[in-house]
């Protein structure tokens, strides 16, 4: 032991991992006779400084735990140490030699809350100082007292590389050299009252070990992206005016290899983006594949908000896939969640031993049905942790969306609770105004980076998809629930009770352009006993096959967009399992291969005819013909494009009945070609219809100057257009 500059109380406190300024004690600094330079290194018997002129320095032992100092004449350099122990000698270079690579200008702009591109500077970056390669890391804590980074690089030891603290906004950051790709990380806090913590993931973490590993990984891309025409289209295009037809995956169970293991991001690229070109689907969207736990909770309680999972490969890896789908001209959108997390020791949850990113009092930080924490959305670094995440997935990855799950959650500080359980705003309401200026915000940074937002949003909340300067939440699109629930109840009914539910079909017409809507049959519909797509039509097997093309083709001929959940398409009868696979046997049979051939033509004709998705979002796309046949189950309408001149007539007949000589009025004379009929054959239908075209008579019906004497095939739905020369 010998004698030094630092008391014993400041030795004590780096040997016993409690400094809180360890770049005031570590590395070098200028003396009154020069230079001390000091190191913390536990394994080792001896230390020497290898200064940057080759001269070796003997420094002396502060602490047998494994301080060394050395007072100098000279600055040594850009010098390494030398570290014998035993009958091992290696050299490392001096992290504490190193300064700070967050500038003042980054401090302030996370202290507003407003750094769009937080991720650049929190996290872990491969990068390069004073010319000496390694990794910056930089986490926010602001309450802890001392915060370290611990790798394999420094035996888990959180005493070695004790991080600098940015006293005006509870940063922490050091630079490691001569670590790289590849390097396993976590961070191990000590609180303010001296406690070490759980050892904590990095919320910046662009990578993970796989389950049930959960270390961070530094990852530095090397992907070359090759879809800047894709993007260039799609910076131009109107998505309301836009045919969107979405296939719904969950990744891991989307189809399995030959060893029964989930696809990875690129056998993805080479099985999923052939499928959804073949059967015509304008995108895919992903269940949260941001880094989570636990695999049974499909990705909806996320602990790594910043990295794909790595079940199914590296960042990298999904790059290519996204890269792959934009090549076919397929979006890409991923479910977010930013509504709640899991309460998992490693991830957020009381982070630098504070409720940091949550709220402290239960009644507003914790959700009592999925048992997960709720970000504090009045916290500027917490909104920005999350601004910062949805930009940087279109930014990063060239996302085309972010489906935003659970905003009702978000919106009611009352939601899913009795009285007495939340907290009222400050005006008294149960609206979370926090929230929802967070989702404002959210949306107006996406739309910015020209990516889509739809909201899975379950109440009558209004202005969803309005724009937020008309005082909208600025979603481009929210999920119509109301006619995803009023659809399937009335088809699950029996043809001879459907007449006492017609409403069902025809009162979402009263709202359906309130909002921009997407019309969901998401995989909510067709899990924990609902039973599948399928399985909820009735009567026989005929009849459930028929009833599914109907439902399909109403859907595709409804206003909004569209979204189908993997195995619906093929008529899959047991409900959707994440532990399993789509029943892809099932297209051996002929009735099963003939539902998918409904849809891949439903699809191609949405995509196809104007008239079908201009007017989606506009309430002069879509006029009734007669909505009032309950007697029948029978309702016609038409769709319009914007320029109103191209048209489509849709009728549809709910009951196996089929009727012959039934009459619609139309608006044009002429011939009228049958572009759908769900009851052809070809779907596994029994064939009837019109023989493929039907001309007008001059006979007023339905306010109409013309009309149509048609026959309605049973539990069928047909498509008409009237002829043209052109």
Same mark, same amino acid.
């Given at each position: 032991?010998?004698?030094s500059?630092?008391?014993?109380?400041?030795?004590?406190s780096?040997?016993?991992?409690q400094?809180?300024?360890?770049?005031?004690?570590?590395?070098?600094?200028?003396?009154?006779?020069?230079y001390?330079v000091?190191?913390?290194?536990?394994?080792?018997?001896?230390?020497?400084?290898?200064?940057?002129?080759?001269?070796?320095?003997?420094?002396?032992?502060?602490?047998?735990?494994g301080?060394?100092?050395?007072?100098?004449?000279?600055?040594?350099?850009?010098?390494e140490?030398?570290?014998?122990?035993?009958?091992?000698?290696?050299?490392?270079?001096?992290?504490?030699?190193?300064?700070?690579?967050?500038?003042?200008?980054?401090?302030?702009?996370?202290?507003?809350?407003?750094?769009?591109?937080?991720?650049?500077?929190?996290?872990?970056?491969?990068?390069?100082?004073?010319?000496?390669?390694?990794?910056?890391?930089?986490?926010?804590?602001?309450?802890?007292?001392?915060?370290?980074?611990?790798?394999?690089?420094?035996?888990?030891?959180?005493?070695?590389?004790?991080?600098?603290?940015?006293?005006?906004?509870?940063?922490?950051?050091?630079?490691?050299p001569?670590?790289?790709?590849?390097?396993?990380?976590?961070?191990?806090?000590?609180?303010?009252?001296?406690?070490?913590?759980?050892?904590?993931?990095?919320?910046?973490?662009?990578?993970?070990?796989?389950?049930?590993?959960?270390a961070?990984?530094?990852?530095?891309?090397?992907?070359?992206?090759s879809?800047?025409?894709?993007?260039?289209?799609?910076?131009s295009?109107?998505?309301?005016?836009?045919?969107?037809?979405?296939?719904?995956?969950?990744?891991?169970?989307w189809?399995?290899?030959l060893?029964?293991?989930?696809?990875? &991001?690129?056998?993805?690229?080479?099985?999923l983006?052939p499928?959804?070109?073949?059967n015509?689907?304008?995108?895919?969207?992903?269940?949260?594949i941001?880094?989570?736990?636990?695999?049974?909770?499909?990705?909806?309680?996320p602990?790594?908000?910043?990295?794909?999972?790595?079940?199914?490969?590296?960042p990298?890896?999904?790059r290519?896939?996204?890269?792959?789908?934009?090549?076919?001209?397929?979006?890409?959108?991923?479910?977010?969640?930013?509504?709640?997390?899991?309460?998992?020791?490693?991830?957020?949850?009381?982070?630098?031993?504070?409720?940091? &990113?949550?709220?402290?009092?239960?009644?507003?930080?914790?959700?009592?049905?999925?048992?997960?924490?709720?970000?504090?959305?009045?916290?500027?670094?917490?909104?920005n942790?999350?601004?910062?995440?949805?930009v &940087?997935?279109?930014?990063?990855?060239?996302?085309?969306?972010?489906?935003?799950?659970?905003?009702?959650?978000?919106? &009611?500080?009352?939601?899913?609770?009795?009285?007495?359980?939340?907290?009222p705003?400050?005006?008294?309401?149960?609206?979370?105004?926090?929230a929802?200026?967070?989702?404002?915000?959210?949306?107006?940074?996406?739309?910015?980076?020209?990516?889509?937002?739809?909201?899975?949003e379950?109440?009558?909340?209004?202005?969803?998809?309005?724009?937020?300067?008309?005082?909208?939440?600025?979603?481009?699109?929210?999920?119509?629930?109301?006619?995803?629930?009023?659809?399937?109840?009335?088809?699950?009914?029996?043809?001879?009770?459907?007449?006492?539910?017609?409403?069902?079909?025809?009162?979402?017409?009263?709202?359906?352009?309130?909002?921009?809507?997407?019309?969901?049959?998401?995989?909510?519909?067709?899990?924990?006993?609902?039973?599948?797509l399928?399985n909820?039509m009735?009567?026989?097997?005929?009849?459930?096959?028929?009833?599914?093309?109907?439902?399909?083709?109403?859907m595709?001929?409804?206003?909004?967009?569209?979204?189908?959940?993997?195995?619906?398409?093929?008529?899959?009868?047991?409900e959707?399992?994440?532990d399993?696979?789509?029943?892809?046997?099932l297209?051996?049979?002929?009735?099963?291969?003939?539902?998918?051939?409904?849809?891949?033509?439903?699809?191609?004709?949405?995509?196809?005819?104007?008239?079908?998705?201009?007017?989606?979002?506009?309430?002069?796309?879509?006029?009734?013909?007669?909505?009032?046949?309950?007697?029948?189950?029978?309702?016609?309408?038409?769709?319009?494009?914007?320029?109103?001149?191209d048209?489509?007539?849709?009728?549809?007949?709910?009951?196996?009945?089929?009727?012959?000589?039934?009459?619609?009025?139309?608006?044009?004379?002429?011939?009228?070609?049958?572009?759908?009929?769900?009851?052809?054959?070809?779907?596994?239908?029994?064939?009837?219809?019109?023989?493929?075209?039907?001309?007008?008579?001059a006979?007023?019906?339905?306010?109409?100057?013309?009309?149509?004497?048609?026959?309605?095939?049973?539990?069928?739905?047909?498509a008409?257009?009237?002829?043209?020369?052109?």
């Open positions: 032991m010998n004698s500059s630092l008391d014993p109380s400041q030795i004590q780096i040997v016993h991992g400094c809180s300024e360890p770049f005031a004690l570590l590395g070098t600094h200028q003396s009154k006779t020069g001390v000091r190191t913390f290194q536990p394994k080792a018997s001896s230390c020497n400084i290898v200064g940057g002129n080759g001269d070796i320095h003997a420094m002396k032992l502060l602490d047998e735990a301080l060394f100092e050395a007072t100098l004449s000279e600055h040594p350099g850009n010098y140490y030398e570290i014998k122990n035993n009958e091992h000698v290696w050299q490392v270079k001096d992290a504490y030699l190193f300064g700070s690579a967050i500038g003042e200008l980054d401090q302030h702009l996370f202290g507003e809350g407003t750094h769009q591109q937080l991720y650049q500077i929190l996290g872990s970056h491969l990068t390069s100082m004073n010319g000496v390669v390694g990794v910056h890391f930089g986490v926010w804590a602001p309450n802890a007292k001392r915060v370290s980074v611990i790798g394999e690089f420094n035996d888990w030891d959180g005493r070695v590389h004790a991080m600098r603290k940015h006293p005006g906004t509870g940063i922490w950051d050091i630079f490691v001569d670590i790289g790709n590849g390097t396993l990380y976590k961070y191990e806090i000590v609180s303010d009252t001296g406690a070490v913590l759980p050892l904590k993931n990095d919320p910046y973490a662009p990578y993970f070990e796989q389950p049930p590993g959960n961070s990984i530094v990852f530095d891309s090397q992907f070359i992206w879809d800047d025409k894709y993007l260039e289209a799609r910076a295009a109107k998505p309301t005016e836009q045919p969107m037809s979405i296939y719904e995956v969950h990744a891991g169970s189809r399995l290899n060893h029964g293991q989930p696809l990875t &991001y690129r056998e993805l690229a080479e099985t983006i499928y959804l070109v073949e015509n689907f304008t995108h895919v969207e992903l269940m949260p941001t880094e989570h736990p636990f695999t049974g909770s499909w990705g909806y309680q602990i790594g908000l910043y990295a794909p999972t790595s079940r199914f490969g590296s990298d890896d999904f290519y896939f996204v890269d792959c789908c934009h090549r076919e001209h397929i979006g890409v959108i991923m479910d977010w969640v930013p509504a709640h997390f899991p309460t998992d020791e490693h991830g957020l949850g009381l982070f630098d031993g504070t409720h940091l &990113y949550e709220h402290a009092d239960p009644r507003q930080g914790f959700h009592q049905d999925w048992e997960t924490l709720i970000y504090n959305y009045g916290r500027r670094e917490v909104a942790y999350l601004y910062s995440n949805a &940087y997935w279109i930014r990063e990855f060239h996302l085309d969306g972010l489906r935003v799950d659970a905003v009702a959650s978000m919106l &009611y500080l009352d939601y899913s609770r009795e009285e007495g359980q939340w907290i705003n400050k005006h008294g309401g149960r609206e979370n105004l926090e929802i200026a967070f989702l404002q915000r959210m949306n107006e940074l996406v739309h910015a980076e020209g990516g889509l937002t739809l909201a899975e379950s109440t009558s909340y209004p202005g969803v998809s309005r724009p937020t300067s008309e005082d909208g939440l600025g979603f481009t699109f929210k999920w119509n629930m109301g006619w995803m629930h009023d659809t399937l109840e009335y088809m699950s009914k029996d043809s001879a009770y459907r007449k006492y539910h017609h409403n069902e079909l025809t009162f979402g017409l009263m709202y359906a352009f309130s909002e921009n809507f997407l019309l969901p049959i998401s995989h909510d519909e067709v899990v924990y006993g609902k039973g599948s399928f909820k009735p009567g026989d097997q005929w009849q459930k096959f028929a009833n599914l093309r109907a439902c399909f083709a109403h595709f001929t409804y206003p909004g967009k569209k979204l189908t959940f993997m195995g619906s398409e093929i008529a899959q009868p047991a959707w399992s994440h399993g696979s789509i029943e892809w046997d297209l051996q049979q002929d009735a099963n291969k003939k539902m998918l051939a409904l849809v891949r033509d439903l699809n191609n004709l949405y995509r196809s005819q104007p008239s079908l998705y201009e007017g989606d979002c506009r309430a002069d796309g879509f006029e009734w013909i007669d909505c009032d046949d309950a007697e029948q189950s029978v309702i016609s309408f038409y769709r319009y494009a914007i320029n109103r001149k048209s489509t007539i849709v009728v549809c007949n709910f009951t196996p009945v089929p009727r012959h000589e039934y009459r619609i009025g139309v608006n044009e004379p002429g011939q009228y070609i049958e572009i759908l009929n769900t009851d052809s054959e070809y779907y596994g239908g029994s064939g009837i219809g019109n023989g493929g075209r039907v001309a007008s008579e006979t007023e019906f339905h306010n109409r100057p013309h009309s149509l004497m048609l026959t309605l095939p049973p539990l069928g739905v047909i008409l257009r009237l002829h043209s020369e052109k």
